[in-house]
């Protein structure tokens, strides 16, 4: 069974899994009884039971997938940058990782015409993905609550870029704020700067995923799984471990039956990714340059904005008004 399971998990490739036909509507043998006998499959009673199974497979492909992925949305407008471990952007998700920087910069509503993907990356082991996806958030908010002082001076490019076009207003503008430079910047200049995260989280995640490196490349070590010393919480560790493990078995003996069908649904221009690789997908590939490097174990690829999920919408822990974005990442 363990074997199947990690044959199947190669299956699980987000980036190219196109699941609503058979996560949402999971195929289901006719002679299945339901309610007592066999159901016409255009009856309600079949309908609602194939709902019911798509929403019981979406929960375990969502907990066998926790984790494995990163899915990063963006502001068009104030460029902040927010880290979901879901397709889906929850408001309260969002809030959370918004810096108060002042009057109305952490907003009363969000509008979901506002948050668009901005690149997604996927992992071959959980484990990884939680712990680069921890430490994009701490650097996300410490750049925000300590930012560096070059980050927020007023320099020549800033000065240029905030410049009237009409000639006629320059004069005036000039001698107004050329004396600002290598200043502080402005209460509401500050805000501004410091949620305009997009370059600086590409930079980010190329240099965690560089501090990365041994965990992804050799897999993560026992040791570093589990530091507890004292016999009580070695007990209730070994005790999680097996109620984990029993789930596990579970959540594997769910999901194998669509093992065939999803394999062949996945082209073979979409295979999973490659044993000890990270795989990221981008809205626009020109972003990649605002890294200076990348690890040579990293894929690169297009993204493609769908409206197709694997883990689907029917059945979503928060209720659907307070979604925020929900366009899909898709490997294109």
């Not at 910069?105 to 990356?121: C, G, H």
């Not at 925000?144 to 927020?152: D, F, N, T, V, Y």
């Not at 897999?219 to 530091?227: F, I, L």
Request: glycine share 4%.
């Amino acid at each position: 069974m363990a074997s199947n399971a990690k044959s199947f998990q190669k299956v699980l490739d987000s980036t190219a899994l196109a699941a609503t036909k058979f996560i949402r509507r999971p195929p289901i043998d006719p002679t299945t009884p339901i309610q007592g006998k066999p159901r016409v499959p255009g009856s309600n009673a079949f309908r609602e039971h194939q709902e019911k199974e798509g929403r019981r497979l979406q929960k375990a492909l969502n907990s066998v997938t926790h984790g494995k992925n990163i899915f990063v949305y963006n502001n068009i407008r104030t460029k902040q940058v927010v880290y979901s471990l879901t397709r889906y952007l929850e408001k309260t998700n969002l809030i959370k990782q918004c810096v108060n920087h002042g009057k109305k910069t952490i907003p009363a509503t969000v509008r979901k015409d506002m948050w668009v993907p901005y690149f997604s990356v996927h992992f071959n082991e959980a484990q990884v993905g939680l712990n680069v996806y921890n430490h994009l958030r701490q650097f996300a908010l410490l750049r925000q609550l300590s930012p560096p002082k070059e980050m927020i001076t007023v320099t020549k490019e800033y000065l240029d870029s905030k410049r009237p076009a009409d000639l006629r207003d320059q004069k005036q503008w000039d001698k107004e704020n050329m004396g600002r430079l290598g200043q502080i910047m402005m209460k509401k200049e500050r805000a501004y700067a410091l949620m305009n995260q997009k370059a600086t989280a590409i930079a980010d995640i190329a240099f965690v995923l560089q501090k990365h490196r041994d965990h992804i490349v050799e897999g993560v070590p026992e040791s570093t799984k589990s530091g507890y010393k004292t016999v009580k919480a070695r007990r209730r560790r070994r005790e999680a471990l097996l109620k984990e493990a029993e789930q596990a078995k579970a959540r594997a003996n769910e999901v194998a039956s669509l093992g065939e069908q999803l394999q062949a649904e996945i082209s073979a221009d979409h295979n999973a990714p490659k044993e000890q690789s990270v795989k990221i997908l981008w809205q626009d590939t020109y972003d990649a340059q605002f890294a200076k490097n990348w690890p040579d174990y990293i894929e690169h690829g297009q993204l493609r904005w769908t409206r197709n999920h694997m883990i689907g919408q029917e059945d979503l822990p928060v209720p659907t008004e307070d979604i925020i974005a929900d366009g899909s990442f898709e490997q294109a």
